[in-house]
């Protein structure tokens, strides 16, 4: 497939595969007669995971040497391995934290969630404090 192609596929700009490319996170692609490039299908599967490891915050220098590794083939699984491994201890730990966040988060809301029924306790109170006379308002303790 050509670039335009691979580009509107996979959501990458015609640019970012070029970049991609020159430094690295993606193989050159081969060449049809006319000099454009001409990419397998089942580099899509590989644009997934790159965007993947993207969302997860991966670092592109750690992107870079797992594309490294992986051309390098089969002997260097192990490595792949660690580097995943790795990374993913560092993801479940911004997830927690993440999760902490989002409790706070839920504790303030559920906290303006009361806030309309405050306002009308509040209202109720003011009005009825109003409609009493102004010696009974002044005798009432606080």
Known sequence: MKIGELA??????VHTIRYYER??????AD???SSQRDYDASILTWIAFLGRLKTIGMPIRDMLRYAALREAGVATEAER???L???RERV??????LQDCLLVLDTKIAGYAGLEQRIRDDDATQL???RQPAGARAARPR
Do not use: D
């Open 85 to 87: 491994v790795q990374h």
């Open 23 to 28: 430094i690295g996170l993606l193989p050159y």
């Open 8 to 13: 509107k596929l996979s959501g990458l700009s």
């Open 92 to 97: 479940a730990l911004h997830l927690a934290e």
């Open 31 to 33: 060449r049809n007669r």
């Open 81 to 83: 391995r660690a580097l």
């Open 128 to 130: 009825q404090r109003r």
